[in-house]
């Protein structure tokens, strides 16, 4: 039965002090919401319980993100989509943005909120085994003020956290610390996207003088709340990884998670899986650590070549001719993290007109060639980025071609994506939220997708 909307009041103040003295004065009879998606569920199925709704949508002092030199703070109230755009997250919190990128539809992602993702306290959401990964603090903001307290520990049990009457979590803070790490995440569930999860994992690794240096591993859907295995980080600290070690940190995972039979999975499916994506971090992140020994040898070769043949070396992996001499000016280049960052820096500092030059090197979504001439190495990209894209059914080829046109007709320029990984219909919900923008937002948003474009084709590069 749906639910009587005469049954309910709603209240928007338009200040956070506002919200807070309202929730202090009348403690427990109001929820705040935020983007909505999880109370318009229950309310359309008759199932929300609370009749006093205070929202917390577009408070100014919760959708901010601030950068310091040591952290990065992330207002509760910053939706999926802030978090993908932003430059930042983007690059030294992969495992939060792509976390942004499983949970549901588009329409989702621009009203979901990190905050409201952390306060429904569900153990299978998207984001929360990223925050322990990452190690998270929350601050927590009340009429009677603030307190900062550790994300680890703030879900006390299924579905109930620290939040104490009339407390809202004003951000996320997260330390700019994770430039060495390897990142990797994985969601099973029935679909790519928009499923809840049978299981997930967020992992950081770090290899140093051949062993494992530091090790986090969290996951969600296996137990009551997100969990770190701690047992199984104990277990890989400190070694090298060898087929024994992954074998021994498979049963470890699989014995340490708590998962239980529900309509989405069974719990010795979780418990089999949750062993089988810690051992796949794991040879991957030795497989990372191989190719960073390659990179080595890459990187010595191209340090010395002059100038001229090492930007047409590097050319492929950006397509902008100023980027590519001035990343050679850049060298000596001594490792894969260096030559990320100086990439960062100078495709910022370029000019539209070298932004430009960088998208034309690409063909459009659906097609092999690009509009203007390229290399052999780009074309052969290209055709690995977009490789999902071939295998679309001919008619969702068709309605992606059209989409092209109108973006090229909106824009006089071609529509760019990070095509990894991604299928068709996923880049054609994509094309068409950005038909929106207006032209300084998608200019940048283009920007931001050919960055990631050149950081996974660099990491290609230095393996050749």
């Not at 003020?145 to 579905?159: L, S």
């Amino acid at each position: 039965m749906r639910a009587n909307p005469a049954e309910y009041d709603l209240v928007a103040p338009r200040t956070l002090p506002v919200v807070l003295s309202l929730l202090a004065q009348e403690p427990g009879a109001w929820l705040p919401i935020a983007g909505g998606t999880d109370v318009m569920v229950q309310y359309s199925a008759g199932k929300l319980s609370a009749r006093n709704l205070v929202s917390i949508w577009n408070l100014s002092e919760l959708r901010k993100i601030e950068i310091s030199t040591e952290e990065i703070q992330i207002g509760a109230g910053c939706t999926y989509t802030d978090l993908l755009q932003h430059e930042i997250v983007n690059r030294e919190f992969p495992l939060l943005s792509r976390a942004a990128g499983w949970t549901g539809s588009i329409a989702n992602q621009n009203r979901g909120t990190l905050g409201g993702n952390i306060v429904n306290a569900s153990p299978a959401a998207d984001s929360l085994p990223a925050l322990l990964a990452y190690e998270a603090e929350l601050l927590l903001v009340s009429a009677s003020g603030e307190r900062r307290i550790p994300y680890a520990g703030f879900h006390i049990a299924y579905r109930k956290t620290q939040l104490a009457p009339g407390e809202l979590i004003r951000a996320i803070c997260l330390k700019r610390s994770f430039s060495g790490y390897y990142a990797h995440a994985r969601k099973v569930g029935a679909r790519n996207a928009q499923a809840i999860s049978k299981v997930s994992l967020a992992a950081l690794g770090r290899i140093a003088d051949g062993v494992v240096d530091d090790i986090r591993l969290a996951m969600g859907s296996v137990a009551p709340v997100p969990v770190r295995l701690t047992e199984a980080e104990r277990i890989v600290k400190g070694k090298s990884i060898d087929s024994e070690l992954i074998h021994l940190a498979r049963a470890t995972a699989a014995a340490e998670v708590r998962p239980i039979d529900d309509i989405r999975s069974t719990l010795r499916y979780r418990s089999a899986v949750a062993g089988n994506l810690v051992a796949e971090f794991l040879e991957q992140l030795r497989a990372s650590h191989e190719r960073a020994g390659k990179s080595s040898a890459v990187l010595a070769r191209w340090n010395v070549l002059s100038v001229d043949k090492a930007a047409e070396e590097i050319l492929p992996c950006c397509g902008s001719k100023s980027w590519a001499r001035e990343m050679a000016n850049r060298r000596p280049v001594t490792d894969e993290a260096s030559i990320l960052a100086a990439c960062d820096q100078i495709w910022e500092d370029l000019p539209e007109s070298d932004w430009l030059e960088a998208f034309r090197s690409h063909p459009r979504i659906g097609e092999s060639r690009s509009p203007v001439s390229s290399s052999a190495q780009s074309a052969t990209w290209s055709g690995q980025e977009q490789q999902n894209v071939g295998l679309a059914r001919e008619a969702v080829k068709a309605i992606l071609a059209e989409a092209n046109r109108a973006y090229e007709k909106r824009f006089n320029r071609i529509f760019i994506v990070c095509a990894t990984g991604k299928s068709a219909p996923e880049i054609l919900e994509i094309l068409r939220r950005r038909l929106q923008n207006d032209e300084p937002t998608e200019l940048h948003e283009a920007a931001e997708q050919q960055r990631q474009i050149a950081h996974l084709r660099l990491k290609k590069w230095l393996t050749l």
